[in-house]
């Protein structure tokens, strides 16, 4: 576990909402330009009867679970069943480079697919995007114009199911978050461009 906090949920449909978060440590990749990479190894073993004081404290019922990797962690499954079982909405965040199969349904899947300025792009696994159901979503962040032109006929390539919210995000500091919006209107792209709230809100603070 590297952190737990309240905050608002910068990102995804839930943005804007109150939302538990529970930060686990460590991850398999090492994308350029990773803004958590505080989480790829510090942390410590938290009990589960701890956490789940942690989050009743905080009175929040939309719970996302984040990294780092999260799907690294084996305990990582009955934890998100028991915040279910709690009556939680899950969010659980994940790079979409380690099978998805085994996440609970009602769980909302949040998968990122790495484009190539992150130098993570060849670090999928091409079976998740077959796991995708409604009311998951499909995130791309973009660096650059080449990104965004890969993001795009990728896209066409995976062939989601219908229901799957995919979104569009700039990296923050990297490029011009009015460009891509501008290109997504233009070719008339059926996704969610999203800034991150949350750095709008509080700049680049841990814990918020």
């Known amino acids: 576990m590297t952190e737990t906090f309240s905050s608002i949920q910068g990102e995804g449909l839930a943005m804007g909402r109150p939302c538990f978060f529970i930060r686990l440590s460590g991850c398999n990749l090492r994308c350029n330009w990773c803004d958590t990479r505080y989480a790829w190894r510090q942390g410590e073993e938290l009990p ?123 990296v923050a500091g990297r490029m011009n978050p009015g460009e891509l919006a501008e290109w997504i209107v233009a070719d008339r792209l059926s996704v969610r461009f999203q800034l991150q709230l949350h750095k709008a809100l509080w700049g680049h603070r841990r814990g918020v």
């Open 48 to 170: 589960l009867d701890m956490l789940a004081a942690k989050w009743l404290d905080s009175g929040i019922p939309l719970i996302q679970i984040t990294g780092g990797e999260p799907l690294l962690q084996p305990a990582i499954l009955p934890l998100m069943e028991y915040f279910l079982e709690q009556g939680a909405t899950v969010l659980l965040e994940t790079n979409g480079s380690i099978d998805i199969s085994r996440v609970p349904g009602r769980v909302v899947k949040i998968v990122d697919r790495k484009t190539p300025s992150s130098g993570m792009v060849a670090c999928w696994a091409e079976r998740n995007a077959g796991y995708l159901r409604a009311g998951d979503q499909l995130k791309f962040v973009l660096g650059d114009r080449q990104d965004y032109v890969w993001a795009c006929r990728e896209l066409e390539r995976l062939n989601l199911r219908s229901g799957v919210e995919v979104l569009f995000s700039p």
